[in-house]
């Protein structure tokens, strides 16, 4: 059973920088569909981006000016590289990744079920 584990999380300051890993314990045998989500306080996951197993990338217009999704896939390693943070963007973000070739569209990723979770990394931004 492959498990996900995010990393990189953490505090800063509107306009900073983060960039966020998940890597997984061992390579897929399948195709699968990487995704990342977050969850603001109070609210519910939703989509931020997600590329699929032939390396097309999607991700949410509200971010895609500045975040953007890439993965190494020697090292098992999603990524998300957020720039300009906003306030907004404070929460937990958690990757998945889906037993499928193609990625759900952003805006319907939450309904979706996902086979793999990772426990979730932290990110807060101030003002």
Same mark, same amino acid.
């Given at each position: 059973?492959?498990?996900?584990?995010?990393?990189?999380?953490?505090?800063?300051?509107?306009?900073?920088?983060?960039?966020?890993?998940?890597?997984?314990?061992? !390579?897929?045998?399948?195709?699968?569909?990487?995704?990342?989500?977050?969850?603001? !306080?109070?609210?519910?996951?939703?989509?931020?981006?997600?590329?699929?197993?032939?390396?097309?990338?999607?991700?949410?217009?509200?971010?895609?000016?500045?975040?953007?999704?890439?993965?190494?896939?020697?090292?098992?390693?999603?990524?998300?590289?957020?720039?300009?943070?906003? !306030?907004?963007?404070?929460?937990?973000?958690?990757?998945?990744?889906?037993?499928?070739?193609?990625? !759900?569209?952003?805006?319907?990723?939450?309904?979706?079920?996902?086979?793999?979770?990772?426990?979730?990394?932290?990110?807060?931004?101030?003002?």
């Amino acid at each position: 059973q492959v498990t996900l584990m995010e990393s990189g999380g953490g505090s800063g300051q509107a306009g900073g920088s983060l960039r966020l890993s998940c890597t997984a314990s061992a !390579p897929f045998d399948v195709d699968v569909c990487m995704s990342w989500f977050r969850q603001a !306080p109070g609210g519910g996951r939703a989509g931020v981006g997600g590329i699929d197993s032939s390396g097309s990338l999607s991700i949410a217009d509200s971010v895609k000016d500045r975040f953007t999704i890439s993965q190494d896939k020697d090292k098992n390693t999603l990524y998300l590289q957020m720039n300009n943070l906003k !306030p907004e963007d404070s929460g937990m973000y958690y990757c998945a990744a889906r037993r499928t070739r193609w990625c !759900p569209a952003v805006e319907y990723m939450y309904r979706f079920d996902y086979n793999y979770w990772g426990q979730g990394t932290q990110v807060t931004v101030s003002s």
